[in-house]
Structure formats: C-alpha cells, structure tokens
C-alpha cells in the first residue's frame, strides 16, 4: 500500500515540515559526494553505533574514527542520514503526508520538539535491543514513525488515499488512517518481536530494518502528542 493523501488539510504552512523535509534532502545530496569509503566513515562519525553509544553511558567511549563528535550527539544527527534513495523517498513521502496536520495541531516549535525527541526516543529504543551492535543505524523513520503514532489518535478516521496494485493495474481507494497505520504499525511489532532470536544481535543487523525504532518511535509519539497539546482546540504560531 502506498499513501497518496490525508484528505485533511492543514490550516498553518507547515513551515517546519517543509524545513525537515528539505535539510534531509541536503544533508542526502552532501552524501553523494563521498565515495563508498568515505561515506561509510561518514555514517560511523555522524550515524547511531549502537556499542559506541553503550560506552558512552558506561563512561568508557571507544570513537571507531579520529575527529568523531559525541556520540549522544548523533541521537540528533543520525535522523538527517539516509542509506539510499527508496530510503529517503520512503520516509520524506510519509512526513510530507502525515506531518503537516501534526505540526498544525502542535504549533511550529512544539512540532520541531516532537519530531526530534521521537527520533531521539525511537533510536535509543532501537540501542536498547541491540546494545553491541557496530552497524550504523540512521534515518528519519522513528521520528516519523512517532509522527504516525501522534496522527492515529489525533485523526483516526482520516482518509488515506492509498494505492494497491492489482497485478500489472494500480488501484486507488481510500482507507481510514487507523486502518492503514494500525497495519503498519502492528507489522513493525510483529518484526521487532521476530529479532529476539537467541544469540543474534538485534537491529540493523538483522534484515537491515531498524524495527525496534519503528514500532517504539511511533508508542513514544502517542504518548507525546497529547502532552504537548496535540488535542488543543487551538495551535500555536
């Protein structure tokens, strides 16, 4: 499925969307200037390593790179990374869709708050599950993610124009939001639970989804929406 639109527009120009959409479309294009080597050290510097961060809350850092910021640090910087373009394309399309209504509802600095204390959230939760790991893990996915958990409750039965594809035909049809998120999010549980394997590492290692900062992005961003005043009559400025 594949969704093409809300059906609920905002009433604000969601400034900060637009913004978040257009620094990760940045910072990718900066990505294409590296060849493979150097890209890949880029990710260690600037993506979440999961065991780097593990000896960070231990108070023993191992930096795998000379010149590398803190690692707390790229909880931040690891949510502007992508590893490709169905990568980027896959997750800007779902913000583009599903965050300006959030941000509408959350006023511009509450919504900027949100999405990048989601994504904080969403990575450590991926960290927790996967505390040795020494792969990179990046993307915006848990901040919108916690986007997502934050529309379910707030427009339930928005329309969801969505794709399905019929054999070679595309057909479009409209579906409730609680619908086509409660999908998603139930298959990224489903995933996250399928990881727990005895004596695998969890995380991007298995399969290359980050499921964990998926399924616990999207928990954290409902329960944070209502505290910021996601059901507010009125948004802010």
């Known amino acids: 499925m594949f969704p093409i639109d809300d059906n609920n527009p905002t009433r604000i120009t969601p ?7 257009a620094a990760n479309v940045l910072v990718f294009i900066y990505e294409l200037s590296f060849p493979e080597r150097q890209l890949t050290n880029f990710f260690y510097q600037w993506a979440v ?27 931040i910087t690891a949510q502007f990374l992508h590893g490709g373009f169905a990568h980027i394309a ?28 989601c994504g904080v959230l969403a990575s450590l939760a991926q960290w927790y599950f996967s505390q040795g790991s020494q792969v990179p893990s990046l993307g915006a996915s848990g901040a919108i ?3 997502m958990g934050a529309y379910i409750i707030r427009f339930p ?18 579906i ?14 489903l995933y996250s639970f399928a990881t727990l394997a005895p004596r695998t ?36 400025a």
């Not at 400034?15 to 959409?21: A, H």
């Not at 390593?49 to 690692?71: D, H, M, N, R, Y």
Request: overall charge negative; proline content about 7%.
């Open 201 to 236: 590492n969890v995380g991007m290692e298995n399969g290359g989804v980050a499921y964990w900062a998926h399924a616990g992005g999207f928990v954290f961003g409902a329960i944070l929406g209502p505290i910021l005043g996601l059901f507010s009559q009125k948004s802010e």
């Open 176 to 189: 409730p939001a609680y619908f086509y998120l409660g999908i998603w999010f139930f298959q990224q549980a």
């Open 15 to 21: 400034v900060v969307t637009y913004g978040l959409i």
């Open 157 to 174: 039965n928005a329309s969801v124009r969505t794709v399905i594809p019929i054999g070679i035909f595309p057909f479009f049809t409209n």
């Open 90 to 117: 896959g997750n800007m399309l779902f913000l583009w869709i599903f965050g300006n209504n959030v941000e509408d509802q959350l006023g511009h600095f509450k919504f900027l708050f949100f999405y990048l204390t």
């Open 145 to 147: 993610a916690g986007v």
């Open 49 to 75: 390593v999961p065991a780097q961060l593990t000896g960070t809350f231990a108070g023993t850092p191992v930096p795998i790179l000379s010149g590398e910021p803190p690692e707390i640090l790229t909880l």
